[in-house]
Nanobody, 125 residues
Framework: VQLQASGGGLVQTGGSLRLSCAAS????????VAWFRQAPGKEREFVSA????????YYADSVKGRFTLSTDNAKTTVYLQMNSLKAEDTAVYYC???????????????????WGQGTQVTVSS
């Protein structure tokens, strides 16, 4: 399984970006998928996730109402639409996938087996 994240860039405060996570196959129909981010000097933190079935979505409190996770119909690409961006959203964003992710572990990076390479998001104030 290979994941490739893209879509990062430089944006002003209040702007929007859409990140993409493309998989090597139609894995998103059988895998839970998540976005994490890591700012310089900080630990990797949970941003958003979708359950394996796709029936449940989860968001960090810091992004709730501003970010939206979605999956394309072919189940090969997951998106993270980010609106109303703030300076504190600046980080490297990673997508991750895992097959045996249980609900209680959804927000833990240790629950995910496969990781994309990361894409830089910089929000200027």
């Amino acid at each position: 399984v290979q994941l490739q994240a893209s879509g990062g860039g430089l944006v002003q405060t209040g702007g929007s970006l859409r990140l993409s996570c493309a998989a090597s196959g139609r894995i998103f129909s059988n895998y839970a998928v998540a976005w994490f981010r890591q700012a310089p000097g900080k630990e990797r933190e949970f941003v958003s996730a979708r359950s394996r079935s796709g029936d449940f979505k989860y968001y960090a409190d810091s992004v709730k109402g501003r970010f939206t996770l979605s999956t394309d119909n072919a189940k090969t690409t997951v998106y993270l639409q980010m609106n109303s961006l703030k300076a504190e959203d600046t980080a490297v964003y990673y997508c991750a996938a895992g097959r045996g992710v249980i609900t209680s572990s959804t927000r833990s990076p240790d629950a995910y087996t496969y990781w994309g390479q990361g894409t830089q998001v910089t929000v200027s104030s």
